[in-house]
């Protein structure tokens, strides 16, 4: 009985119904809103917004950054002062490792086979002799095997996995400056410009350098990772020597937990570099070559910065 006499004085009561239906309505237009669900960015958004986040560390850095970025399968890629040459620092020992893998694909040397480890070399400069010492390297154990032998392969895996300069400037001694630079070349890679041995003090000063451009160093990796570096069986072991490396506070340190990196880095006074294979879902070449920040760090710190960033934007896709 409540309830008709409800309705019936409402009934008399025109300009009620009108506030009750205007306040249902707002009511489940709220309802409606509430229940619609958040749409994530769309790649394109996500794109921009790594772009924007990427500029905006390099901005706050303020260093000197080359980046250059593409996914395998050809969908991204971005570029940025990619052309640019920067000093190489131990990037440098990428194509050397390119080269030695090339020879053995061509029969001229096999990695089993045992080489005498020098310690003696002629500068780019002026031909004087240098020597390397551990105080400068970050390994130590060849310099007790110099007049001993070590095999093309075990000097290898030193120059790459943890940077070994005595190991490099062993092989670029028995593989030769102009071979590697005519590896180079043909890989579509001439902004990688290997000069010389490491710790050429005489002719660091005269300033010839290793030098290379964020592109040269992606150039490289991809052919690695798409087999066109050597033959397929070397490109898969010179990934597993590059997935090997000790030195990882750069672009995997931005990556999720567990993501597989085959890379390679190199830091000098002021510089510090990290060009890397990124085999996630969808696999990509991502090179950040670093100049003007004086802590080491603090370097390395942006680079897993901008490597966040980016592989946000690659998960995005």
Partial sequence: ?????????????PRTLVALALLSSLVMSACARKAQPTLAPGPAAAEAAARARVEDLVTQSGAEVGIAFRTLDGR????????????????????VMIELFRRADAGELSLDQPV?????????????????????????????????????????????????NL??????????????????????ASGMNVRRGVEDNVAYRAGLNNTTTARALLVLLQAIATNRAASPESCRRMMEILERQHFNDGIPAGLPPGTLVAHKTGSITRIQHDAAIVLG?????????????DDEKQGNALIADIARAINGAVEAR
């Fill in 116 to 164: 005498t480890v020098v310690n003696e070399f002629k500068s780019l400069a002026d031909g004087s002799p240098f020597s390397l010492g551990p105080d400068s390297d970050s390994e130590l154990e060849l310099y007790k095997a110099v007049g001993q032998t070590r095999t093309y392969g075990e000097l290898c895996d030193l120059m790459i996995d943890v940077s070994s």
């Fill in 167 to 188: 190991a490099t400037n062993n092989l670029i001694e028995l593989l030769g400056v102009g071979r590697i630079r005519a590896t180079t070349e043909a890989l579509g």
């Fill in 76 to 95: 991204q890629e971005w570029f940025e002062r990619a052309d640019e040459p920067f000093h190489a620092a131990s990037t440098m020992k990428i194509p």
């Fill in 1 to 13: 009985m409540r309830t008709i006499h409800l309705v019936r004085s409402l009934a008399c009561e």
């Fill in 281 to 293: 879902d969808r696999p990509y070449v991502l090179v950040v070559l670093v100049r003007g920040i």
